[in-house]
């Protein structure tokens, strides 16, 4: 009998139906050793000599394999083959002890295999070709693992004595919440300008199909994007064309290859489920973990682009019987990886099974696949053609432009990206000094935009070109700056809490090389270097852990909670009548007693709206109501608690009141703990804004203004008018 090991049951009972009754195949359930949860478990003065633990709930699975192993003639590691499975394979050899072996020495006895899909032939292929661990790879999972306990273990603390509990720092979450941070401050010192734009409405004659060309230039001179800057100068242009006859003055027509894009690796899978779908990157993680270990793609985690050529030639195979020979490749398209110190020899995400469309379980799994199956066989299919047509077009002094798109040969679009192809104009067949049918002209009143907030798949993207984080770490780091409050998603935008940016400010002053970019892929290159068995992983962290600890050590004593997290108010506690001070919680700021911890007093901070009075009663003992914070916001609760668990909502009203029905417009929040302004007397009411509706009507419409507080502007809640605050 033949024993097998993976890291799950799902995975475990495809390779067993594979296998068949000669093997046995059981799950460790991920990671059967760690360090311990409650020391650093590290021997700084011994060579940050690690000291693992077996948890809980994993003794049950050691003695489970260990009792299987004793009846087993050989031991196969069928963990994943990227540097976690590597380590997995390690910790169980470590775990289960070579005195459980029959034969004397463990060399003999285990067999290291890999695949990067979970197919009959790759798997047959593994047993026969075992090998020994790689310790190369364990040693970069080591160096990753012990590196991330020593910034967190010991920065967390120095968080929770300097701002408030709870918090915590990472090497790459906190990067990552530093490029929100910076990008959201981009976003608040924006400063819109004003432009305008021209456009005409033309036909040919004798035909319906209408066609559009912006102005492009005045008395030969181009008019660029910013020229046209107020409405007086756009009524000047539109009154310059009255009577004004339109022709075509010249047309150029090229023919452009439109080239696909390589099959998805795990940050391009990320961004693009994201983009199509709205998934977050755990949840892609998650359905794609699922997909691999039914079998049905390949290895998720991977940041190469190179395809097996088996695969090649089952995907010119399936182009041709579905779409026809015209779309297939003579010759395979290669595709080389941009990532630094990629995985070559793994392949890229994909099928299993090119012909395979339909998969059992839920929507959201057949979703994932059909964009893994169709961006597998677009990379591998014909360049599409398109004909772009761009048309200058004079009426008197000025000259207009229009650019149309068509599609000659689709090629690879037939399966994948053809709606961004279709969404330009299609220019109707177009000659030199034709007249043209005007229809009608058009100033439309614009402003620049700021950067965009970014998005789960963005963030990801920005990372990996920084050299940031590797395939195994982007949905767990996503996941953790959300979790622990420095984020929040909002409408799929990644937007900085003030305590994710209170925390980024001070790690920039204090600990500068822990957030800095340009080190933070330095650290990765050298575990990928120690992947790759050039370097050693304790140089690594001894080059970094010195000059950290001795930082860590001269702020401790420097920094002052104080300085960072009070503000000082003229407000006086009602109970004390010593003066109250603004601080800082996990959950955002508060007032509070600075007599603390003598005076326990505190209440929420709440600007521009009556704050509730404290002297309220308990409605179940009779005791007063204290304010407190929460996760989403002030509230009053019983002073009596945990005795007593009673809580009110805190009722924050806007100034105006709902012009459908004349109810109060209250502060809400959604399931998921969004802020909008909603009627009071929903359901059947259902007048609503995301930002707070104020008393000053638009000028432009007459309709009600709202402040968007984080972009600092005043914005119509039904036109385009927007002005600064």
């Given at each position: 009998?033949?024993?097998?090991?993976?890291?799950?049951?799902?995975?475990?009972?495809?390779?067993?139906?594979?296998?068949?009754?000669?093997?046995?195949?059981?799950?460790?359930?991920?990671?059967?050793?760690?360090?311990?949860?409650?020391?650093?478990?590290?021997?700084?003065?011994?060579?940050?000599?690690?000291?693992?633990?077996?948890?809980?709930?994993?003794?049950?699975?050691?003695?489970?394999?260990?009792?299987?192993?004793?009846?087993?003639?050989?031991?196969?590691?069928?963990?994943?083959?990227?540097?976690?499975?590597?380590?997995?394979?390690?910790?169980?050899?470590?775990?289960?002890?070579?005195?459980?072996?029959?034969?004397?020495?463990?060399?003999?006895?285990?067999?290291?295999?890999?695949?990067?899909e979970i197919t009959k032939p790759a798997i047959l292929e593994a047993i026969k070709n075992p090998r020994d661990i790689n310790m190369d790879l364990v040693?970069?999972?080591?160096?990753?693992?012990?590196?991330?306990?020593?910034?967190?273990?010991?920065?967390?603390?120095?968080?929770?004595?300097?701002?408030?509990?709870?918090?915590?720092?990472?090497?790459?979450?906190?990067?990552?919440?530093?490029?929100?941070?910076?990008?959201?401050?981009?976003?608040?010192?924006?400063?819109?300008?004003?432009?305008?734009?021209?456009?005409?409405?033309?036909?040919?004659?004798?035909?319906?199909?209408?066609?559009?060309?912006?102005?492009?230039?005045?008395?030969?001179?181009?008019?660029?994007?910013?020229?046209?800057?107020?409405?007086?100068?756009?009524?000047?242009?539109?009154?310059?064309?009255?009577?004004?006859?339109?022709?075509?003055?010249?047309?150029?027509?090229?023919?452009?290859?439109?080239?696909?894009?390589?099959?998805?690796?795990?940050?391009?899978?990320?961004?693009?489920?994201?983009?199509?779908?709205?998934?977050?990157?755990?949840?892609?993680?998650?359905?794609?973990?699922?997909?691999?270990?039914?079998?049905?793609?390949?290895?998720?985690?991977?940041?190469?682009?190179?395809?097996?050529?088996?695969?090649?030639?089952?995907?010119?195979?399936?182009?041709?019987?579905?779409?026809?020979?015209?779309?297939?490749?003579?010759?395979?398209?290669?595709?080389?990886?941009?990532?630094?110190?990629?995985?070559?020899?793994?392949?890229?995400?994909?099928?299993?099974?090119?012909?395979?469309?339909?998969?059992?379980?839920?929507?959201?799994?057949?979703?994932?696949?059909?964009?893994?199956?169709?961006?597998?066989?677009?990379?591998?299919?014909?360049?599409?053609?398109?004909?772009?047509?761009?048309?200058?077009?004079?009426?008197?002094?000025?000259?207009?432009?229009?650019?149309?798109?068509?599609?000659?040969?689709?090629?690879?679009?037939?399966?994948?990206g053809a709606q961004e192809e279709k969404n330009g104009q299609v220019l109707p067949d177009l000659k030199p000094e034709e007249m043209l049918d005007f229809?009608?002209?058009?100033?439309?009143?614009?402003?620049?935009?700021?950067?965009?907030?970014?998005?789960?798949?963005?963030?990801?993207?920005?990372?990996?070109?920084?050299?940031?984080?590797?395939?195994?770490?982007?949905?767990?780091?996503?996941?953790?700056?959300?979790?622990?409050?420095?984020?929040?998603?909002?409408?799929?935008?990644?937007?900085?809490?003030?305590?994710?940016?209170?925390?980024?400010?001070?790690?920039?002053?204090?600990?500068?090389?822990?957030?800095?970019?340009?080190?933070?892929?330095?650290?990765?290159?050298?575990?990928?270097?120690?992947?790759?068995?050039?370097?050693?992983?304790?140089?690594?962290?001894?080059?970094?852990?010195?000059?950290?600890?001795?930082?860590?050590?001269?702020?401790?004593?420097?920094?002052?909670?104080?300085?960072?997290?009070?503000?000082?108010?003229?407000?006086?506690?009602?109970?004390?009548?010593?003066?109250?001070?603004?601080?800082?919680?996990?959950?955002?700021?508060?007032?509070?007693?600075?007599?603390?911890?003598?005076?326990k007093y505190t209440a929420p901070l709440m600007e521009n709206h009556t704050t509730p009075s404290s002297q309220e009663k308990c409605l179940k003992c009779?005791?007063?109501?204290?304010?407190?914070?929460?996760?989403?916001?002030?509230?009053?609760?019983?002073?009596?608690?945990?005795?007593?668990?009673?809580?009110?909502?805190?009722?924050?009203?806007?100034?105006?009141?709902?012009?459908?029905?004349?109810?109060?417009?209250?502060?809400?929040?959604?399931?998921?703990?969004?802020?909008?302004?909603?009627?009071?007397?929903?359901?059947?009411?259902?007048?609503?804004?995301?930002?707070?509706?104020?008393?000053?009507?638009?000028?432009?419409?007459?309709?009600?203004?709202?402040?968007?507080?984080?972009?600092?502007?005043?914005?119509?809640?039904?036109?385009?008018?927007?002005?600064?605050?």
């Amino acid at each position: 009998m033949n024993l097998v090991i993976v890291e799950s049951p799902a995975k475990g009972r495809t390779i067993k139906n594979i296998l068949g009754p000669n093997f046995n195949v059981l799950a460790s359930f991920g990671h059967i050793r760690d360090l311990p949860k409650k020391e650093l478990g590290i021997d700084i003065k011994n060579e940050f000599e690690p000291k693992y633990e077996i948890p809980a709930k994993a003794r049950k699975t050691i003695k489970m394999i260990k009792d299987e192993i004793a009846q087993s003639d050989n031991l196969y590691l069928a963990t994943d083959y990227d540097r976690e499975g590597e380590a997995i394979a390690w910790h169980i050899i470590q775990a289960i002890g070579s005195k459980n072996l029959k034969s004397k020495t463990l060399d003999k006895k285990y067999k290291r295999i890999t695949f990067h899909e979970i197919t009959k032939p790759a798997i047959l292929e593994a047993i026969k070709n075992p090998r020994d661990i790689n310790m190369d790879l364990v040693d970069a999972q080591q160096g990753r693992r012990i590196l991330d306990r020593l910034v967190g273990y010991k920065l967390s603390p120095f968080l929770w004595q300097k701002v408030a509990q709870g918090l915590s720092a990472g090497r790459v979450q906190s990067v990552a919440t530093r490029l929100i941070v910076e990008r959201e401050r981009e976003i608040r010192q924006f400063k819109p300008e004003e432009y305008w734009q021209v456009d005409v409405t033309l036909t040919k004659k004798d035909d319906k199909k209408e066609f559009k060309a912006q102005l492009t230039e005045k008395d030969n001179e181009k008019i660029s994007k910013l020229s046209i800057r107020d409405e007086k100068e756009a009524q000047g242009i539109v009154e310059g064309l009255e009577n004004a006859q339109y022709q075509v003055n010249e047309v150029k027509i090229e023919i452009k290859n439109r080239y696909p894009s390589p099959p998805f690796t795990t940050s391009t899978l990320q961004q693009e489920s994201a983009r199509k779908f709205g998934f977050s990157a755990k949840r892609t993680m998650q359905i794609a973990q699922g997909l691999y270990e039914d079998g049905l793609i390949t290895y998720m985690r991977t940041d190469s682009v190179q395809v097996s050529q088996i695969a090649l030639s089952q995907a010119n195979k399936v182009i041709s019987d579905k779409f026809g020979s015209e779309y297939a490749l003579d010759q395979p398209r290669f595709y080389k990886t941009k990532t630094l110190r990629a995985q070559e020899a793994h392949e890229a995400i994909r099928p299993t099974e090119l012909s395979r469309d339909q998969i059992i379980g839920e929507s959201e799994r057949q979703k994932l696949y059909d964009l893994i199956l169709k961006k597998m066989l677009a990379s591998q299919m014909k360049e599409a053609q398109i004909q772009e047509t761009q048309a200058k077009i004079k009426a008197k002094n000025y000259r207009f432009t229009s650019i149309g798109n068509r599609i000659k040969f689709d090629g690879f679009l037939k399966v994948y990206g053809a709606q961004e192809e279709k969404n330009g104009q299609v220019l109707p067949d177009l000659k030199p000094e034709e007249m043209l049918d005007f229809k009608k002209l058009e100033k439309m009143q614009k402003f620049t935009e700021p950067p965009a907030r970014y998005t789960e798949g963005t963030l990801i993207k920005e990372l990996e070109k920084k050299g940031i984080g590797r395939p195994s770490t982007y949905a767990p780091t996503l996941a953790t700056i959300i979790d622990r409050g420095y984020v929040e998603k909002i409408q799929g935008k990644l937007l900085p809490k003030e305590i994710g940016e209170i925390v980024t400010d001070l790690l920039i002053e204090h600990f500068p090389e822990i957030i800095d970019y340009n080190f933070t892929a330095k650290i990765e290159d050298d575990l990928d270097k120690v992947a790759a068995g050039e370097r050693k992983w304790q140089e690594v962290i001894k080059n970094f852990y010195g000059p950290f600890a001795k930082n860590l050590r001269e702020k401790t004593k420097e920094v002052s909670k104080k300085a960072i997290t009070e503000e000082k108010t003229d407000k006086l506690c009602p109970k004390c009548n010593k003066n109250l001070v603004i601080k800082l919680g996990r959950f955002g700021k508060f007032l509070a007693c600075s007599s603390f911890p003598d005076c326990k007093y505190t209440a929420p901070l709440m600007e521009n709206h009556t704050t509730p009075s404290s002297q309220e009663k308990c409605l179940k003992c009779g005791k007063n109501l204290v304010f407190k914070e929460g996760k989403f916001g002030a509230f009053l609760a019983c002073e009596g608690y945990p005795k007593c668990k009673f809580t009110k909502n805190i009722e924050v009203a806007a100034k105006i009141a709902c012009s459908d029905c004349g109810g109060k417009i209250l502060q809400k929040r959604t399931r998921k703990g969004k802020p909008f302004w909603g009627c009071e007397n929903y359901p059947s009411c259902k007048k609503a804004f995301w930002d707070e509706p104020q008393e000053k009507k638009c000028p432009k419409c007459n309709n009600i203004l709202v402040a968007n507080t984080r972009e600092k502007i005043l914005k119509c809640s039904q036109c385009d008018f927007k002005e600064n605050i």
